[in-house]
């Protein structure tokens, strides 16, 4: 499983920099995560103002 940034994502970029393995980009209209590369960690989840983050 992996992490997933909802519609609710204000394109802030604060999550980006939390990730530890660099599995956050911008998108199309909000940010994502690569599910490929995400650990789980859950780092990127409490650092999002706006609670657009959760497991998956
Ligand atoms: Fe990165 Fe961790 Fe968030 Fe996955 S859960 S996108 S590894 S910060």
Do not use: H, L, N, P
């Given at each position: 499983m992996a992490h997933v940034i909802s519609n609710?994502?204000?394109?802030?970029?604060?999550c980006e920099g939390e990730c530890p393995v660099g599995a956050i980009s911008q998108g199309d209209g909000k940010y994502e995560i690569n599910a490929d590369t995400c650990?789980?960690?859950?780092?990127c989840a409490g650092a999002c103002p706006v609670g657009a983050i959760s497991e998956g």
């Open positions: 609710e994502c204000i394109s802030c970029g604060t650990i789980d960690c859950g780092a």
